[in-house]
């Protein structure tokens, strides 16, 4: 009997970030579709404009539409919006969660009720934020798109004085990220070094990147999602439209499926149907007269496999015909003398 446990499923992230470009219809909508195509949670995030930016900071190279600043407060949610996002997510199976982007965001959050945390790439050395976060004893998924090796180091100790329920990612910060740059090898490193749960956080425009970490161990995949590419704001240029996250979604599954199910090679009971078809076995290629030895020239190797199997071909030859075989005759063990 096999008493080792079942492995934990793969939990996925849909990322809807600000793409609802603060629409609560969009938003309620996108958790709508997003549970449809069977994502575990849904992911948001939590900006308060005054808490963590200036007004003239920069934009990112990516998005040059409007300020941050603005950006953030014409798309933030009410407190009462956002309870009801998260009831949204509960009434559809699947968890609320929503990145904090300042101390500020993660006491609102608190105030939610949220059972996990996401840090996001920016905010890995905001240590006061990990100790805000660590305090409240919850999950955190640890990004890490832009730190060194040094800067994480940092980041986990903080949360690893409070607690050890963290799981780090590995992420690129380029807006869409090229396969060269996933840096699969570095979700690995993390594994090795924290002794911790490690996932991606994949920033290309396709399933194949996510599909890989899975294969290698990955606990979580996070992925952007939006309606289309074609929606204004930050991150729908590099996001998964619902065909494709529902693809996202059933490969991880079947990836599951295939590396919990080892096979037996020597159990090939299962395909004696198809060795019977497709198999060869020894036929006569002439007429075969009666107590003439067999030699290599009046045999051949033809399907169905159900006689003699072509790999016994040498205790065939030299043997003497017990009787006239036709040609084109499964050769049969009783057609054989000596």
């Known amino acids: 009997m096999n008493n080792t446990p079942a492995p934990t499923p793969v939990a996925i992230i849909a990322e809807v970030g600000s793409v609802h470009d603060g629409s609560f219809g969009n938003a309620l909508h996108l958790i709508d579709t997003a549970a449809e195509c069977g994502v575990d949670v849904v992911?948001?995030?939590?900006?308060?404009?005054?808490?963590?930016?200036?007004?003239?900071?920069?934009?990112?190279?990516?998005?040059?539409?409007?300020?941050?600043?603005?950006?953030?407060?014409?798309?933030?949610?009410?407190?009462?919006?956002?309870q009801e996002l998260k009831a949204r997510c509960e009434s559809q199976g699947v968890d609320f969660l929503s990145s904090p982007f300042s101390i500020e965001a993660v006491e609102l959050l608190e105030e939610l009720d949220v059972i996990h945390y996401k840090?996001?790439?920016?905010?890995?050395?905001n240590l006061p934020l990990l100790e805000a976060?660590?305090?409240?004893?919850?999950?955190?998924?640890?990004?890490?798109?832009?730190?060194?090796?040094?800067?994480?180091?940092?980041?986990?100790?903080t949360l690893l004085r409070y607690h050890d329920r963290v799981t780090v990612m590995q992420c690129t910060s380029a807006y869409p990220c090229p396969y060269e740059q996933v840096g699969l090898n570095v979700m690995l490193d993390m594994r090795e070094r924290y002794g911790l749960p490690v996932g991606l956080s994949d920033h290309?425009?396709?399933?194949?990147?996510?599909?890989?970490?899975?294969?290698?161990?990955?606990?979580?995949?996070?992925?952007?999602f939006t309606f289309s590419r074609h929606m204004y704001g930050s991150d729908a240029r590099h996001s998964l439209e619902p065909p494709e996250l529902a693809d996202l979604v059933a490969g991880i599954r079947a990836i599951e499926t295939t590396l919990a199910s080892p096979v037996e090679k020597d159990d090939?009971?299962?395909?004696?149907?198809?060795?019977?078809?497709?198999?060869?076995?020894?036929?006569?290629?002439?007429?075969?007269?009666?107590?003439?030895i067999i030699t290599r020239s009046m045999i051949g190797?033809?399907?169905?496999?159900?006689?003699?199997?072509?790999?016994?071909?040498?205790?065939?030859?030299?043997?003497?015909?017990?009787?006239?075989i036709p040609k084109d005759t499964l050769i049969k063990e009783s057609y054989l003398e000596g």
């Not at 840090?119 to 050395?125: C, F, K, Q, R, W």
């Not at 425009?205 to 996070?222: C, D, K, P, Q, R």
């Not at 020894?282 to 007429?287: A, F, K, L, Q, R």
């Open 43 to 82: 992911k948001f995030q939590t900006h308060i404009s005054d808490a963590e930016t200036l007004p003239d900071a920069p934009m990112p190279p990516y998005f040059k539409g409007e300020p941050r600043y603005e950006y953030f407060e014409r798309t933030a949610f009410s407190f009462k919006q956002l």
């Open 119 to 125: 840090i996001p790439s920016g905010e890995v050395t």
């Open 133 to 157: 976060v660590g305090e409240t004893g919850k999950h955190v998924y640890l990004s890490s798109g832009m730190s060194s090796w040094a800067e994480i180091d940092a980041a986990v100790e």
């Open 204 to 224: 290309t425009l396709t399933n194949y990147a996510a599909f890989a970490a899975v294969t290698l161990g990955a606990s979580v995949i996070e992925k952007h």
């Open 268 to 292: 090939i009971e299962p395909y004696a149907g198809m060795k019977a078809i497709f198999e060869k076995s020894i036929v006569s290629v002439i007429d075969i007269p009666a107590g003439v």
């Open 301 to 324: 190797f033809k399907k169905p496999g159900t006689g003699i199997p072509a790999r016994d071909h040498a205790k065939v030859i030299g043997r003497r015909a017990a009787h006239q």
